[in-house]
């Protein structure tokens, strides 16, 4: 037997979200208002930091007087700046720096804090000699500093003339001297021929400057030009870099030659190369030895003759065997036998010279001699040794397991001998090769001294997420601890009362349904349990009265 009341109920109506919101209590509520006045900073702060303009450099380097008329302008026109590096650079937002820029230079700014020949263009009435050379001087100077500006190493200069006065006296006159002072940027350095253009450039802008009275020093006092004297004691730094560069370069082929044979990274070489930079030079003077008298050519030739009469000559000096002989050949004959002079008697009666008259014949012939002069080349190799180390190579065993193994002997040789050919090994020259065959140690990567969140990368990192990191955080924290616990209780069901003629179903089973399961062991009824067994029989004898009482406990009516 079963029984189905009906009971007229109106469907309950959602609270809203304002009700909700009032069946808060008081701090609910003030966690609620707090959370979301948070939010509402943490986006604004979001949107203020996005917007932020991204400032850059507009001019780096200024004097004071053209950083105060660049922001003199930057306020006329409105713009945005800052200040960095102790106010020697000016910033302002990156989508204005070549508009300001151009609108800059129209009105010449900056102008700059070397003065050129601009200074002759504002001389002023009653100016004396000196002060108009001294302007001129200045000028001079101030364009020999642009000009050495310009090249792409030099970061600052600054030039010294020293121009004497000229006088009538031409051996009184001084010879003028100039002195560069240059500040390099960091990194840069001056070679040896952008040196001798700066003397140049120097020497030729003033008149009767010699080079060699034109010096050059950097920012740390060093004599960067060659001392007056031409001696320049310091070691050459294009020497230097052409013995690098030629040691480079042997090594360069011993690896190209060897890495194709043991795999790249297992050839490891190094040259020292020997050059001769100095310039010798040699004159030698070699004299051959006399010729005979037909095959020397004769320089010159002189007789003398002198003493006596002509007509018949008559015999004098002392009668006897001596004065009737000729004369003896000469003993010191300049080249081959010394011509026989005739007797006395023939030559007096060829000659018709007197008894004391004497004659001389001096030749002088051509000496041979050879002049030679040598001149030895600068940078000529004297001596070149490399050291080449070779690592073992992977072999395979039975397994096929790789294993590292020694080279054999005959490999070495081989190997030596391709380093041989390649550096133009010398023998008479002494050189050197060294090959040798060892395995290489992989050494771990060293950590860094310095503490993670101390090195620059992990700074400018932390920089750069800092905001949206923590703008993040904080709106969690604030979501996490005010908003969601307040939104919680709001979702919560607000009890609604039950109104009059709400429909209610109910159906009453005679026998309940229950699992066949062995129940609990039966003890004795509780008052409560006895209360309920009489409303079930009342339900179950009289269900009309049953329905009756929970209609009127519905209505609210007394019992």
């Known amino acids: 037997m079963s029984a189905v009341v009906e009971v007229p109920l109106s469907p309950p109506a959602s609270p809203s979200l304002l009700q909700r919101a009032t069946a808060l209590d008081r701090v609910q509520r003030m966690r609620l208002g707090a959370g979301l006045a948070l939010l509402v900073v943490a986006a604004l702060a979001v949107v203020f930091i996005s917007a932020k303009p991204d400032y850059k450099?507009?001019?780096?380097?200024?004097?004071?007087?053209?950083?105060?008329?660049?922001?003199?302008?930057?306020?006329?026109?409105?713009?945005?700046?800052?200040?960095?590096?102790?106010?020697?650079?000016?910033?302002?937002?990156?989508?204005?720096v070549h508009d300001v820029r151009l609108r800059l230079a129209s009105q010449g700014l900056p102008k700059g804090s070397v003065a050129?020949?601009?200074?002759?263009?504002?001389?002023?009435?009653?100016?004396?000699?000196f002060q108009e050379r001294l302007n001129f001087q200045r000028g001079l100077e101030g364009e020999l500093t642009r000009s050495i500006q310009a090249l792409s190493s030099v970061q600052s200069a600054r030039v010294h003339l020293a121009l004497p006065n000229q006088n009538g006296f031409f051996r009184e006159q001084q010879k003028p001297s100039a002195s560069i002072l240059v500040s390099l940027y960091p990194?840069?350095?001056?070679?040896?021929?952008?040196l001798a253009g700066i003397v140049h450039l120097v020497a030729s802008s003033v008149p009767d400057l010699a080079r060699s009275a034109v010096s050059v020093l950097d920012d740390t006092g060093k004599l960067l030009s060659a001392s007056p004297d031409g001696n320049n004691s310091a070691f050459d730094a294009q020497q230097l870099q052409y013995v690098q560069m030629l040691e480079q370069q042997y090594t360069r082929r011993i690896l190209d030659i060897l890495e194709p044979v043991m795999g790249r990274n297992n050839v490891k070489a190094q040259v020292s190369a020997e050059v001769d930079f100095s310039q010798t030079e040699s004159t030698s003077e070699q004299h051959r030895p006399n010729l005979a008298s037909d095959a020397s050519a004769i320089?010159?030739?002189?007789?003398?003759e002198?003493?006596?009469?002509?007509?018949?000559?008559?015999?004098?000096?002392?009668?006897?065997?001596?004065?009737?002989?000729p004369p003896a050949a000469s003993t010191a004959p300049?080249?081959?036998?010394?011509?026989?002079?005739?007797?006395?008697?023939?030559?007096?009666?060829?000659?018709?010279?007197?008894?004391?008259?004497?004659?001389?014949?001096?030749?002088?012939?051509?000496v041979d001699k050879t002049v030679r002069v040598t001149r030895g080349g600068s940078g000529s190799v004297k001596r070149l040794s490399a050291a080449v180390v070779v690592n073992y190579h992977a072999v395979a065993d039975e397994k096929g397991v790789m294993a590292n193994k020694a080279l054999s002997p005959e490999q070495l040789e081989q190997m030596t001998a391709l380093v041989r050919e390649t550096i133009g090994f010398n023998k008479d020259r002494g050189d050197s090769v060294n090959l040798m065959n060892t395995p290489f140690q992989i050494d771990a990567a060293a950590a860094s001294d310095l503490p993670l969140w101390k090195q620059p990368e992990t700074l400018e990192l932390a920089r750069n997420v800092a905001w949206p990191v923590g703008l993040s955080l904080f709106a969690a924290l604030v979501v996490l601890g005010l908003v969601r616990p307040a939104l919680k209780a709001m979702s919560n069901p607000v009890p609604v009362p039950v109104l009059a003629g709400v429909q209610l179903d109910a159906l009453e089973a005679d026998q309940p349904q229950r699992p066949a399961l062995a129940g609990p062991q039966e003890l004795d009824p509780t008052a409560e349990q006895l209360r309920l067994e009489d409303a079930r029989a009342l339900a179950l004898s009289n269900p009309m009265a049953v329905a009756n009482i929970m209609k009127n406990w519905v209505n609210g009516d007394a019992a």
């Open 116 to 129: 050129g020949f601009e200074l002759m263009e504002s001389s002023k009435f009653g100016m004396t000699q």
């Open 334 to 366: 300049i080249n081959g036998a010394s011509p026989q002079l005739a007797a006395v008697g023939q030559q007096q009666g060829a000659t018709g010279l007197g008894p004391n008259a004497k004659r001389e014949l001096v030749t002088n012939y051509e």
């Open 299 to 304: 320089r010159s030739q002189q007789v003398i």
């Open 187 to 194: 990194g840069q350095g001056l070679d040896r021929a952008q």
């Open 306 to 325: 002198n003493g006596g009469t002509t007509g018949t000559l008559q015999p004098s000096g002392v009668p006897g065997a001596t004065s009737n002989q």
């Open 57 to 96: 450099v507009l001019f780096a380097n200024l004097s004071d007087k053209d950083g105060g008329a660049i922001v003199a302008q930057l306020s006329q026109m409105n713009v945005p700046y800052k200040h960095a590096d102790g106010g020697g650079a000016i910033l302002i937002p990156a989508d204005k």
